[in-house]
């Protein structure tokens, strides 16, 4: 069964360094998600994607954040000068398209460590 | 998006059937009910969504009261590894794209 894909596991980074954290969404998806996950909190979402461009962000997505699909498989997210509050997982997620019967798939995640 | 309520923790014991319910009283006409689960050190997994009409799939079973307010997943057959947190989600058909997560319930499966 197709799967999305997620490098690094893991991740540990020293504050005010950049980060790219990359997925490799499934073949014929065309929405792309990113979604972190503060230890013991909720899913929380970042940004969607389609069409090479950002369909919707939240409020933590700020000018640190940005998203890219550099080619026809990989898509990443990059944080330009991390804070000890990114350190999270991070997960990507795509779906078919978007509809409200939409489903999406989730990767194993990136877990961030920043000191 | 509408918000739901589920219990914060559910046992059950395994090979029993296990009903998680969740309240969406202010469900709007547009809104579908989705179900997600995330299994421990795992990314949230798609279990199954309906709108009106009860839904079967080979994961579970979605119950969905006929005034929408309130759904029930079953997990007809719980095995140890369906111990996970399941999130009650509602989808409305005017946003695109991302889920709300809430804190979900967590489901502990007794051997």
């Known amino acids: 069964e197709p799967e999305v894909t997620q490098t690094p596991s893991h991740q540990v980074t020293q504050m005010g360094q950049e980060v790219i954290l990359r997925c490799v969404p499934i073949?014929?998806?065309?929405?792309f998600y990113w979604y972190r996950q503060i230890l013991g909190q909720k899913v929380e979402f970042l940004v969607s994607?389609?069409?090479?461009?950002?369909?919707?962000k939240s409020e933590i997505f700020d000018d640190q954040f940005s998203v890219e699909r550099p080619d026809g498989s990989n898509f990443t997210l990059k944080i330009r000068s991390t804070k000890l509050e990114d350190s999270a997982m991070y997960f990507c997620?795509?779906?078919?398209?978007?509809?409200?019967?939409?489903?999406?798939?989730f990767g194993p995640g990136t877990r961030l460590l920043v000191l | 998006d509408a918000k739901t309520t589920q219990p914060n923790s559910m046992e059950s014991n395994e090979e029993e059937p296990v009903h998680l319910p969740c309240n969406h009283s202010?469900?709007?006409?547009?809104?579908?009910i989705h179900w997600y689960r995330q299994l421990p050190s795992q990314g949230p997994e798609y279990v199954i969504h309906?709108?009106?009409s009860n839904v079967n799939n080979r994961m579970a079973s979605l119950a969905i009261a006929e005034d929408r307010k309130s759904s029930t997943l079953i997990l007809h057959r719980a095995t140890l590894r369906d111990a996970a947190v399941y999130y009650c989600?509602?989808?409305?058909?005017?946003?695109?794209?991302?889920?709300?997560f809430g804190t979900g319930t967590r489901l502990t499966i007794i051997p």
């Open positions: 997620a795509s779906s078919e398209w978007v509809a409200v019967k939409e489903t999406q798939y």
């Open positions: 073949s014929n998806h065309l929405y």
């Open positions: 994607f389609y069409n090479n461009e950002i369909s919707e």
């Open positions: 202010t469900i709007s006409g547009t809104d579908y």
């Open positions: 309906g709108l009106t």
């Open positions: 989600i509602l989808r409305d058909g005017a946003v695109q794209g991302k889920l709300t």
